[in-house]
């Protein structure tokens, strides 16, 4: 499977869950938009810091 797990990661580095399953990942201008393979939708503020696909774990930094 393909899919990652995407964290929010705050100033001090502690990470929270956002959303499993995630397939589908748009940056756009401040925000990063999420799909995962249930069609859950959401839009996150913040921009990509890290992406570990073989560790399933893409990061988003405020």
Same mark, same amino acid.
């Given at each position: ?13 502690? *990470? ?7 397939? *589908? ?16 939708? %959401?839009?996150? *503020?913040?921009?990509? *810091? ?8 893409? %990061?988003?930094?405020?």
């Amino acid at each position: 499977m393909c899919e990652s797990n995407v964290y929010l990661v705050d100033q001090q580095g502690e *990470k929270t869950l956002v959303m499993e399953s995630v397939d *589908k990942v748009i940056p756009k201008e401040g925000d990063v938009y999420l799909e995962n393979i249930f069609g859950e939708r %959401l839009t996150v *503020k913040g921009h990509i *810091k890290e992406m570990a696909l073989v560790d399933h774990s893409i %990061l988003i930094a405020e």
